[in-house]
């Protein structure tokens, strides 16, 4: 079975950090691009970063940029994404995708996305 | 970065009828726009990619059509599953963006 799952999400504090972690199994995992999504309670859907197969190209929401970072282990077949400086408005689920993988490199439809993982920023 | 706009934001629909959604983009995106469902508590799931190409599984009443800028969800005889939001996302043009959604609810 082709899955995702995330994990370390929680309720953090205000300047708090977290490391999320999302597990990938049934498929190549070093063949696709992945992303981190997050929802916010009751509000759409938002990239907030995504990393190219081997890990050398990522990009970041401005939201996030120079607060969180993006990383893979191939060996693994993990996604992470580091939080810091956490405010009350990254507050969302996050969900980490997988991109189809047809098109071209890094533009492509999601076509397996993980259950998600929690984020309260909260004092 | 690419706007996509969808109407209605929700959308009123008895089971067995017919629903429409619509979305549009704000310049040019060639087909590259997939459409997503969401049920309360769930991860979003793919429906269609390539405007028009069902996602492995998807049943057939639903369908996609639309190039360009203007872009139609379908989705025949509504089934108690159906009623959730759906998101449009274009990924023509890099950052890819995603819609506001289209609640289609039980009329």
């Known amino acids: 079975e082709v899955k995702m799952v995330e994990s370390g999400g929680g309720i953090v504090r205000p300047g708090g950090s977290l490391r999320l972690s999302c597990e990938a199994s049934?498929?190549?995992?070093?063949?696709?691009?992945v992303y981190w999504v997050r929802q916010a309670p009751g509000k759409g859907l938002v990239w907030v970063s995504r990393?190219?197969?081997?890990?050398?190209?990522?990009n970041y929401a401005d939201s996030v940029k120079g607060r969180f970072a993006i990383s893979r282990d191939n060996a693994k077949n993990t996604l992470f994404l580091q939080m810091n400086s956490l405010r009350a408005e990254d507050t969302a689920v996050y969900f980490c995708?997988?991109?189809?993988?047809?098109?071209?490199?890094?533009?492509?439809?999601?076509?397996?996305w993980g259950q998600g993982t929690m984020v309260t920023v909260s004092s | 970065e690419i706007v996509l706009t969808q109407s209605p934001a929700t959308l009123s629909v008895s089971p067995g009828e017919r629903a429409t959604l619509s979305c549009r983009a704000s310049?040019?995106?060639?087909?590259?726009v997939a459409w997503y469902q969401q049920k309360l508590g769930q991860a979003p799931r793919l429906l269609i990619y390539?405007?028009?190409i069902r996602a492995t599984g998807i049943s057939d009443r639903v369908s996609g059509s639309g190039s360009g800028t203007e872009f139609t969800l379908t989705i025949g005889s509504l089934q108690s599953e159906d009623f959730a939001m759906y998101y449009c996302?274009?990924?023509?043009?890099?950052?890819?963006?995603f819609g506001e959604g289209t609640k289609v609810e039980i009329k």
């Open positions: 995708v997988r991109d189809q993988g047809l098109g071209n490199p890094g533009l492509d439809a999601f076509d397996i």
């Open positions: 049934g498929f190549i995992f070093s063949d696709h691009w």
């Open positions: 990393i190219n197969n081997d890990g050398s190209l990522t």
């Open positions: 310049q040019s995106v060639s087909n590259n």
């Open positions: 390539g405007a028009s």
């Open positions: 996302q274009q990924y023509n043009n890099w950052p890819l963006t």
